[in-house]
């Protein structure tokens, strides 16, 4: 127990560490989660409560951006919370059979997302840019499907409700960030609290690696600007796709 509790601790840090840089934190503590020998779904639920100081931490740090967003706030963040829990809702219905081979995939998607970041953003910034239409009312609707699978998986979340949210929002890229971040906050908290009660979420575990974001986020924060974001991103997209191959294999 305690060397398992040693490896989640330091695979927390390396989590927070870069998902305070360039995100994908999930493709490092979830796969660890499961080397350790937890069954997948518990993984992915003690995976899912263990994060979460690190996406309040991020919500925070961009609150600035998020003023003025109120009307926004209220048509995403219910629809965040909704998805978050009929996603966790799905999950625990997945067997861990099932959800073992699904597992490959679902890394590879993740890997596959966190790999295309910068051209997401590159067209929003274009689609921004050229748009004078608002679709701002359907936006409850983008932003719940990006959270239903944010609620069953959380690797590459960001990515999705960046692209769902630029899809019906015209604003900046840095306001829509901070949007996405406090939607990726709302569903990660929604699918964690009803989680808790589901007897899947392995406490001390998950107490240690919580303790281990928060001070991987503290670390990233302080070499943010000394370390190019797209290096460490590559490097785990490439450690995501490694990861999936393994599991394909197996």
């Not at 999930?26 to 690190?54: D, E, H, K, Q, Y």
């Not at 990006?146 to 840095?174: P, R």
Request: aromatic share 10%; hydrophobic share 55%.
């Amino acid at each position: 127990m305690p060397l398992q509790l040693l490896l989640g601790a330091r695979a927390a840090i390396a989590a927070g560490l870069v998902n305070a840089l360039a995100g994908g934190g999930t493709l490092i503590t979830f796969p660890m989660l499961v080397f350790l020998g937890i069954p997948p779904v518990s993984a992915n639920v003690t995976n899912t409560v263990a994060l979460c100081p690190g996406y309040f931490g991020g919500t925070l740090a961009q609150r600035a951006d998020l003023r003025g967003q109120e009307k926004r706030l209220w048509l995403v963040v219910p629809a965040g919370i909704v998805g978050g829990i009929l996603g966790g809702f799905l999950l625990l219905q997945t067997g861990e059979k099932l959800f073992g081979q699904l597992i490959p995939y679902l890394i590879l998607l993740a890997s596959i997302l966190l790999a295309v970041q910068d051209s997401v953003r590159a067209w929003l910034t274009r689609r921004l840019g050229e748009s004078h239409y608002t679709l701002e009312s359907w936006t409850w609707l983008t932003t719940g499907l990006a959270s239903i699978y944010g609620g069953y998986f959380g690797a590459g979340l960001g990515v999705m409700l960046l692209s769902a949210l630029g899809l019906t929002v015209n604003d900046s890229l840095t306001r829509l960030n901070a949007l996405k971040q406090a939607v990726s906050f709302v569903v990660n908290v929604a699918a964690a609290v009803f989680f808790l009660f589901s007897g899947k979420v392995e406490w001390t575990v998950a107490g240690v690696m919580a303790v281990g974001a928060l001070v991987g986020g503290v670390i990233g924060g302080k070499f943010a600007g000394r370390i190019k974001p797209s290096t460490l991103r590559w490097t785990v997209v490439l450690f995501g796709i490694v990861i999936s191959i393994v599991y394909f294999i197996r």
